[in-house]
């Protein structure tokens, strides 16, 4: 992820605009670097270039601005996770288009950025609960939500036979993102799987779901 | 989990070994609280009741003593699930064990404490990797590594069908713990279901499992 992907995507035009993103991928960088506790508005200010005074104008404290990173950094990622999903329950060969969205999805989950933004929120979530409800909602939640539309749309369609899309949804998340996720939360980024050993993942994540919720025969 | 709990098993006898375990016990609470940290190893000797010295005579840093803290807590509940484990694979009656299985290590592992130790050691992976390796060791590692070979032993004996039985016990432990463990990290303990949550996601996970790894017919 490139640092403009920070950037929320709707943001307003002008000068208001470019000063908002330049704080929340100055923001980005500093709590990534120094954690929510060593990260101060001061330093977020000298590296966006602003004055403290318009990062607190944009944001009114330093939990919002985290917030607004989580939910900017999360957001950027969900979108192209999302992009996939809206297309998947209306095409016709559920094996090859959730091979395709899993690999997708841990390939644009399982960056170091993202991986560490994941780590900081984890060891805050019970000073800030907000924190974790921003990346649940922006990541598995949303995920998890969309596979379960497929999963019904495909189900009225007789391609898949799934009686609860929502569990099915959940299991198919896990299966897929469970273990590399968790992996990199304890073992660090050394422990994130290369492209051919993602992909065999993907694979075998697909063929154990669809043991189970695919059509008899 | 109880706080005597936390002390390792095998422990030095008589006097020594009692002090040790009054520290690894007063460690826990501390950590727990406050945070790495904000921990001090002045707070710990206080709450345990014993000199600074002597803490440091047992644990010659604070790494270290959180390092024995994490193996202790996670070695604990470990213990309980692999006395299980060890049984398992000489039951005749795949299905069955495995739900109760799922059903144990998701009670064990779904505890306030120990979700928030993990947030702790996630929060903490990149500064103390050693702490993110004790958690993994003692948690899904070791549950893994049991389970794979409960699961080569029931292929021989012709109960499973199971060529990879490593790949295997990682999709059956992230199929069970995934969505409640990820769902405890990001949006607190309230998230932790109910026992009859608990018992139904246990149903579900062992059901999807045996229909892609159990035998045909």
């Known amino acids: ?16 605009g470019r000063k908002r993103r330049a704080i929340l991928d100055a923001a980005a960088e500093i709590f990534l670097r120094q954690g929510y506790l060593g990260a101060s508005m001061d330093d977020v200010a000298a590296q966006a270039e602003v004055s403290k005074q318009t990062v607190y104008k944009q944001f009114v404290s330093k939990e919002a601005l ?17 992009r996939e999903i809206a297309r998947l329950g209306e095409q016709d060969d559920p094996a090859k288009e959730l091979l395709a969205y899993a690999e997708r999805q841990l390939t644009v989950v399982l960056t170091p950025r993202l991986m560490q933004l994941r780590r900081l929120v ?9 924190l974790g409800r921003a990346l649940y909602d922006g990541g598995p939640g949303r995920a998890i939500a969309g596979l379960a539309m497929a999963f019904a749309r495909w189900t009225e369609r007789g391609l898949l ?11 198919f998340n896990w299966l897929v993102m469970g273990e590399p996720v968790n992996n990199a939360m304890l073992l660090g980024d050394e422990s994130i799987p290369k492209p051919a050993a993602l992909r065999r993942h993907a694979v ?14």
Do not use: C, W
């Open 1 to 16: 992820m490139t640092k403009a992907t920070v950037a929320t995507k709707r943001e307003e035009p002008g000068r208001s």
């Open 204 to 217: 075998d994540s697909v063929r154990v779901f669809l043991a189970a919720y695919g059509r008899p025969g």
């Open 66 to 82: 985290f917030v607004a990173v989580v939910s900017a950094m999360t957001g950027a990622a969900g979108d192209e996770v999302q």
């Open 161 to 171: 036979a799934i009686e609860d899309p929502g569990a099915a949804a959940s299991h």
């Open 122 to 130: 984890i060891g805050e979530a019970n000073r800030f609960p907000a």
